[in-house]
């Protein structure tokens, strides 16, 4: 069992930074592949991006590639969430899962634990 806490949502104005957080509790954290997706309202959920179990693979959707950075310290069981260059069309309820695989695909259904999600609005 994995629980997942995300933090360091806000409102910032286009153009500005966040960093998300997502700490996990276990001691299995570095067997899991986590991912970020995110929920816009009266949208459905898409996939941001995702980091291998050691953190040397990343790859991310094209609408944030060049913005978004992934990282991870398994040390800490925490993944971070690195937005610069944010634009209006960020606004989203950002949420981290984890998925039993050395990195998780851009499909929920491959990730089996998912955080309550922690919501970010970027103001024009």
């Known amino acids: 069992q994995v629980q997942l806490v995300e933090s360091g949502g806000g409102l910032v104005q286009a153009g500005g930074s966040l960093r998300l957080s997502c700490a996990a509790s276990?001691?299995?954290?570095?067997?899991?592949?986590m991912g970020w997706f995110r929920q816009a309202p009266g949208k459905e959920r898409e996939f941001v991006g995702a980091?291998?179990?050691?953190?040397?693979?990343?790859y991310y959707a094209d609408s944030v590639k060049g913005r978004f950075t992934i990282s991870r310290d398994n040390a800490k069981n925490t993944v971070y969430l690195q937005m610069n260059s944010l634009k209006p069309e960020d606004t989203a309820a950002y949420s981290c899962?984890?998925?039993?695989?050395?990195?998780?695909?851009?499909?929920?259904?491959?990730?089996?634990?998912w955080g309550q999600g922690t919501q970010v609005t970027v103001s024009s």
């Open positions: 899962a984890a998925a039993p695989k050395n990195i998780g695909g851009s499909s929920e259904v491959e990730y089996t634990y």
């Open positions: 276990g001691r299995t954290f570095s067997s899991y592949g």
């Open positions: 980091i291998s179990r050691s953190g040397g693979s990343t």
